[in-house]
């Protein structure tokens, strides 16, 4: 859905040792994104659950629709509503009760655009909401209400944005986000890459992403090629919240990014229900530790409409992370974080 800049020269030429992708390969993300359940009935009989949840689910998939890949339906356990990946995905009765507190822009993105499709909230960096559309739809999404269609939806409408990064040269690192920027396809973010980096001043690409995680197919040769192949420095920031959600074809994904020496990074959202535990936060941790990324942020709830049934007060956050602390090596314990907006930068609880 979203578009990107023109073709540069900057990116390198792709290393021997990385292979291009197959069309086989090119297609099977593709294929997941296509066939993933898009409304809450097909979700209720996918997992097995009673009819009896389908009048609230339908009812507050309205306001924000659902859609959840086939693989990552696959790793929910059949017949549990409470299933900590299911819980993240399937509407509820309680996002159509208004809570105070709770607003459509929680982070301020509209007073940080710097112009259609480019926000700029700490100094130094500068953020691409590159495209509207994701890998799933997450119930507590900070951006479930974005107004996407006053982003660039062609080519040249990408140009303001980039030459007003090129015309700040205390910008020195890019942030694709969105949406999910790997729901472009890999020739549009090799073009768009190349761009960035023609920008002398830039030195940093972080890429924000879920879909190693909920599409771990996505992980193409091509991929690996634009991503390990430019002069930038290359940070893939992902998004797990619970071990679970990393299975075997996830675990593969990830290796091989780490294996072509992309660093990578977690950024997890502390939700009642799906993680408000230190068994449940410890395993993740571990499990991210063991395959070569860094548990960086433990994100407190952006309080969206719709996404209170998820808030875990603050005070229980930091007996977690303090709990953390004790059971992990200080590098597997991630930072208990909050955006307020108008900050200079995250606010750590603990």
């Known amino acids: 859905m979203g578009i990107l800049a023109s073709a540069g020269h900057s990116v390198r030429a792709t290393p021997s040792a ?9 297609n099977a993300w593709r294929t997941a994104l296509r066939t993933a359940v898009r409304d809450a009935a097909q979700l209720i009989q996918a997992v097995g659950l009673p009819d009896s949840l389908l009048a609230e689910a339908q009812a507050a998939e309205r306001s924000f629709p659902v859609f959840a890949p ?14 900590p990946l299911l819980r993240q995905v399937l509407p509820l009765g309680d996002e159509l009760r208004p809570v105070a507190g709770f607003s459509r822009d929680p982070v301020g993105d ?27 739809h997450c119930r507590y999404c900070f951006r479930r209400e974005f107004p996407y269609e006053e982003a660039p939806r062609s080519p040249a409408a990408w140009q303001p944005a980039l030459d007003r990064v090129a015309a700040d040269p205390t910008i020195d690192e890019v942030i694709l ?9 890999d020739s549009q973010l090799a073009d768009l890459v190349a761009r960035i980096a023609a920008i002398p001043h830039i030195r940093r690409l972080r890429v924000h992403t879920r879909l190693p ?61 799906v993680n408000d535990s230190v068994e449940a936060l410890e395993n993740l941790c571990r499990k991210l530790v063991d395959l070569r990324v860094m548990p960086y ?14 808030e875990v007060p603050v005070e ?24 307020v907006p108008g900050e200079t930068g995250k606010r750590v609880l603990l």
């Open 177 to 185: 986000s969105g949406g999910d920027p790997l729901t472009l396809v």
């Open 213 to 273: 995680v909920i599409i771990p197919e996505r992980v193409t040769g091509e991929m690996l090629a634009w991503l390990a192949g430019t002069r930038l420095t290359p940070i893939v920031v992902l998004h797990a919240n619970h071990a679970n959600e990393i299975d075997a074809s996830v675990e593969a994904a990830l290796a091989r990014l780490t294996d072509v020496g992309v660093p990578l990074l977690n950024q997890a959202v502390l939700l009642r229900g």
């Open 18 to 26: 990385q292979p291009t992708s197959t069309a086989s390969e090119a």
């Open 70 to 83: 086939l693989g990552y339906i696959a790793r929910m356990r059949s017949g549990d509503p409470f299933d």
């Open 316 to 339: 229980q956050g930091m007996v977690l992370v303090d709990k953390l602390r004790a059971r992990l090596p200080g590098y597997a314990v991630p930072r208990y974080v909050q955006e």
């Open 110 to 136: 509209q007073a940080a655009t710097l112009s259609p499709g480019l926000l700029q909230k700490y100094h130094s960096r500068a953020l691409i909401v590159s495209t509207s559309a994701c890998a799933v």
């Open 297 to 310: 942020y433990l994100h407190q709830l952006d309080r969206v409409v719709g996404a209170a049934h998820f």
